[in-house]
């Protein structure tokens, strides 16, 4: 499984790039084309790294869960006790997963209703915008697979050394 994971990790890892890299070389291409050549300057590009940056971030959204990276107030939660902590992270994590399932659910509605709609951008692209309302419901199904992936490492193989808030926690992110 670990294999898997690693796969899936990394597939994950080389989209946020690609994205982040497109929105950024796009970034500089229009800064570059507007100073010296402001006759050519597209007027799509903003719209385009605005696409790239969502797309990047709801992906980045399944990586964080699968390292329990999400914003938390661990201060208090350190000092609690092993099995609260237990239980206060399949809480956070069940609450988790009913926001990314209804976020996953609503999601998938709006890319119906813009295809059916046919709507486009208003940049000389006409770009599908259901291609970039897909970013959300993308983004929630990856976090829902790793919400319960981690709600079952919490219920059935809870490993009180590795999975709980501690000092590791607050120094990794410095």
């Not at 976020?103 to 486009?120: K, M, P, Q, S, T």
């Not at 981690?150 to 808030?165: G, H, K, N, P, R």
Request: hydrophobic share 55%; net charge negative.
């Amino acid at each position: 499984m670990s294999g898997f994971l690693n796969t899936w990790n990394r597939v994950e890892n080389f989209i946020m790039g690609l994205f982040a890299i497109c929105a950024l070389a796009l970034t500089c291409f229009e800064v570059l084309v507007r100073y010296f050549f402001p006759r050519y300057l597209p007027d799509w590009g903003t719209e385009f790294v605005v696409y790239f940056v969502v797309w990047a971030i709801f992906i980045a959204g399944s990586a964080l869960v699968e390292q329990s990276r999400h914003v938390r107030a661990d201060l208090i939660i350190r000092l609690l006790s092993p099995q609260v902590q237990r239980f206060l992270q399949i809480v956070t994590l069940l609450i988790g997963l009913f926001f990314a399932g209804v976020l996953f659910w609503y999601g998938i509605e709006v890319v119906e209703f813009a295809r059916n709609l046919d709507e486009r951008s208003e940049s000389s692209m006409l770009f599908p915008l259901w291609i970039y309302y897909l970013g959300l419901p993308t983004g929630m199904g990856l976090m829902v697979i790793r919400y319960l992936r981690q709600i079952y490492l919490y219920v059935f193989q809870f490993d009180e050394a590795t999975m709980l808030v501690g000092e590791e926690s607050v120094f990794r992110d410095k």
